[in-house]
């Protein structure tokens, strides 16, 4: 029994997420709670959420039992990119590149 939890066009760049979810992969989750509790990372704050939410669907939707969940999947893929210009000198302007990413977390047994 699997179940899911889809975070999409969150404020983080998928490479930075990846960082975190690579460390997540496969543990139980009260173990990959810890984990994200103490990490410093922008990216743990933001998974944390998504794997308490797919916890809380698991336990609702399922009636799974909390001790015996695993992190099955945990993939970040790249979303859309808001571009924005900043000015510069002599009358110029560069790009402000901010990206955007989903997070796709199954927990299952």
Do not use: W, Y
Not at 28 to 34: Q, S
């Amino acid at each position: 029994m699997e179940t899911r939890a889809v975070l999409r066009g969150v404020r983080l760049s998928s490479q930075k997420g990846r960082l975190v979810a690579d460390q997540i992969r496969g543990l139980p989750v009260d173990k990959a709670l810890n984990i994200l509790a103490f990490s410093p990372k922008k990216g743990a704050g933001i998974i944390k959420k998504v794997l308490e939410s797919a916890i809380a669907n698991s336990e609702h939707n399922d009636g799974a039992d909390i001790d015996e969940l695993k992190v099955k999947t945990i993939f970040v893929e790249k979303g859309t990119v808001l571009k924005r210009f900043t000015a510069r000198a002599k009358g110029r302007g560069n790009r402000i590149v901010k990206p955007t990413c989903h997070v796709f977390l199954t927990v299952g047994n």
